[in-house]
C-alpha cells in the first residue's frame, strides 16, 4: 500500500493497494518508486501491474481532506489504508508508513481492522518492496489522471497540483478553484 497526494494544494489524495502472490513478476518489469519513473514509464508500468495483480484506489478529495476536521491527515490516511485492507483481505500487508513512527503506525493501523494480517509497516516502503513499488505507481498514476480532468474541467493548464510546480502557483495566483473531477465516484473504491 502506498498513496500519492500528500502536500498539493490542488487534487486529490489517492491511496492505492496491489496484491499479489509472489512480487517476482513486478521485480521483472522494474516498478520502483514512482516518483524515479517517468510519466510515460508510469503509465506503461500502470497497465502492466493491472494485468498481474489485484488493484484497488481509494480516491481522497480535498472536500473529504477538509471535513476531518480535528483528525491529522495520517489519521484520514489510516482509514482508507484501512478501508483497502478490509476489501482486499491479503494476509499480509506492506506499506508505506506516513507516520514519524513505523511501529506507531502498524498499530494505529491494526487497531482498524478486524482481522489480524501481517503488518510491515516501513518508511520509504516504495524502495523497499516491489509490491509497495506497484502500489506508488498506481496511486500516481489515478493522481495525475485526476489532476488532468481538473484541468480539462477548468479549460488550462493546472500543472501538477503542487506548490513548487510554476504552472500550478501561476494557476493559484487568482485563488483557488473549486472544481473537483466529476468522475471522481467511478475512480474510488473500485477494484480492476
Avoid: W
Avoid at 51 to 77: C, H, P, Y
Amino acid at each position: 500500500m502506498d498513496e500519492a497526494g500528500r502536500g498539493p494544494v490542488l487534487g486529490p489524495l489517492v491511496v492505492a493497494a496491489v496484491m499479489v502472490k509472489d512480487e517476482e513478476p513486478l521485480r521483472a518489469i522494474g516498478v520502483r518508486d514512482s516518483k524515479k519513473l517517468t510519466a510515460m514509464r508510469r503509465a506503461e508500468l500502470d497497465a502492466e501491474i493491472r494485468q498481474m495483480a489485484k488493484v484497488d484506489v481509494e480516491v481522497i478529495d480535498a472536500r473529504m481532506i477538509d471535513a476531518r476536521g480535528e483528525g491529522s491527515l495520517n489519521e484520514l490516511e489510516l482509514d482508507h489504508f484501512a478501508a483497502l485492507i478490509e476489501r482486499m483481505r491479503p494476509s499480509s500487508v506492506y506499506a508505506d508508513a506516513c507516520d514519524p513512527s513505523e511501529e506507531s503506525f502498524a498499530i494505529k493501523l491494526s487497531s482498524r481492522l478486524r482481522y489480524e494480517p501481517e503488518l510491515v509497516c516501513r518508511h520509504k516502503a516504495d524502495d523497499l518492496f516491489p509490491v509497495v513499488s506497484a502500489a506508488s505507481i498506481i496511486a500516481k498514476v489515478m493522481r495525475d489522471r485526476l489532476v488532468e480532468e481538473i484541468g480539462r474541467e477548468l479549460g488550462e493548464d493546472v500543472g501538477s497540483g503542487y506548490p513548487a510546480d510554476p504552472v500550478t502557483r501561476a494557476l493559484l495566483k487568482g485563488g483557488f478553484p473549486a472544481v473537483y473531477p466529476k468522475n471522481l465516484e467511478d475512480m474510488s473504491g473500485d477494484t480492476l
